[in-house]
């Protein structure tokens, strides 16, 4: 098994030290790292989780980054997950989320100094837009994405764009 965490690597790749805007990147709410779960060796997870994190914003896809952190990592960290529902509108996919739990600087200093090593080893994916825009298609002509789950935001309408040309 293995986590997906997005990150902004060009804000990483500036820091010599682990300073405030490292630490600061590794946002968390109530001690909790957000990260999407793929099972080792499965395409088709990993792909439905890229878009998954593309859909967890509301209103149109960006170019992303990602770094892969194995459930070895963490365990040689001693740090905990626990699962939480995702915050994306690729409903089929919350129960692929997790939280690292940060309990206290140690634990953030643990996956600071993790994805800063993996950033400067080029250990990460960019995710550009005409990527997500394609996962998309895929999984919403699959019947995955109902039009009630997107019918707000900006991905429906360009769809039909793309696919209607109206």
Known sequence: MFFIRIIHREAWR????????AISD?????????????????VDTFERVKLAIALTR???????????ITDKELSKRNLRLVETEGQTLYKKMKTSHRDIILKNVCDMLKVTHLINKKIRKELFEEIDI?????????????GEIPDNDIKDGKYLKDYKKRHNGS
């Open 14 to 21: 500036k820091l010599r030290f682990y300073d405030s805007d």
């Open 26 to 42: 590794i946002g968390t709410t109530n001690h909790g790292l957000s990260v999407w779960a793929v099972p080792d060796d499965d």
């Open 58 to 68: 509301k209103t149109n896809f960006i170019d992303m980054e990602i770094v892969k």
């Open 130 to 142: 005409n990527t997500a825009i394609q996962l998309f298609d895929k999984y919403y002509e699959a």
